[in-house]
T-cell receptor, first 114, second 113 residues
Framework: NAGVTQTPKFRILKIGQSMTLQCTQDMNHNYMYWYRQDPGMGLKLIYYSVGAGITDKGEVPNGYNVSRSTTEDFPLRLELAAPSQTSVYFC?????????????FGSGTRLTVV | QQQVKQSPQSLIVQKGGISIINCAYENTAFDYFPWYQQFPGKGPALLIAIRPDVSEKKEGRFTISFNKSAKQFSLHIMDSQPGDSATYFCAASIYTSYDKVIFGPGTSLSVIP
């Protein structure tokens, strides 16, 4: 099993550019999440999804959009990149909607906005 | 009330020593406390977790100690090994909730030979 796969691993964007961070899981997990990780700040939830067609905002959703057309894929869209979006982005999934089962994280996408 | 504090920010331990990382939370509704381990270039991975009905949980060399009255919990790594060198995140959440996992800022652990 590949688990949670994120692409790309690294990306440099110019201010105002757009991009999509891809996330795919092959574990048939219904629940998927996007986090950003900033130095010394822990992980902040951006968006999450409880199933195909259902998404909701997390703690820091501004500047991002998501969609969930299939169980496997949960892409994160940045429309107008800003330096404040420089971060490492992690996608995660879980089998049930309970944090008690733990999350499976991808390896992350390191994004730099210049 | 949603914050999880974690200390120290970084830790250097000799091989064979004990590594101790401390966390504190404020929201008394939290009832699940996992620890995640993250190696460079990788995503966090669930290491061990505890619920407030017990004061300690041990899995191999890793032990969580939990103090409900003080709203604190800690990770102890016994006989620390160089392979344990990683960043450790504590977290707190409501067990039945999928969106309210609050992570601490992380501790970078280096175990030197």
């Amino acid at each position: 099993n590949a688990g949670v796969t994120q692409t790309p691993k690294f990306r440099i964007l110019k201010i105002g550019q757009s991009m999509t961070l891809q996330c795919t899981q092959d574990m048939n997990h219904n629940y998927m999440y996007w986090y950003r990780q900033d130095p010394g700040m822990g992980l902040k939830l951006i968006y999450y999804s409880v199933g195909a067609g259902i998404t909701d905002k997390g703690e820091v959703p501004n500047g991002y959009n998501v969609s969930r057309s299939t169980t496997e894929d949960f892409p994160l869209r940045l429309e107008l990149a800003a330096p404040s979006q420089t971060s490492v982005y992690f996608c995660a999934s879980s089998y049930v909607g309970s944090s008690g089962y733990g999350y499976t994280f991808g390896s992350g996408t390191r994004l730099t906005v210049v | 009330q949603q914050q999880v504090k974690q200390s120290p920010q970084s830790l250097i331990v000799q091989k064979g020593g004990i590594s101790i990382i401390n966390c504190a939370y404020e929201n008394t509704a939290f009832d699940y406390f996992p620890w995640y381990q993250q190696f460079p270039g990788k995503g966090p991975a669930l290491l061990i977790a505890i619920r407030p009905d017990v004061s300690e949980k041990k899995e191999g060399r890793f032990t969580i100690s939990f103090n409900k009255s003080a709203k604190q919990f800690s990770l102890h790594i016994m006989d620390s090994q160089p392979g344990d060198s990683a960043t450790y995140f504590c977290a707190a959440s409501i067990y039945t909730s999928y969106d309210k996992v609050i992570f601490g800022p992380g501790t970078s652990l280096s175990v030197i030979p």
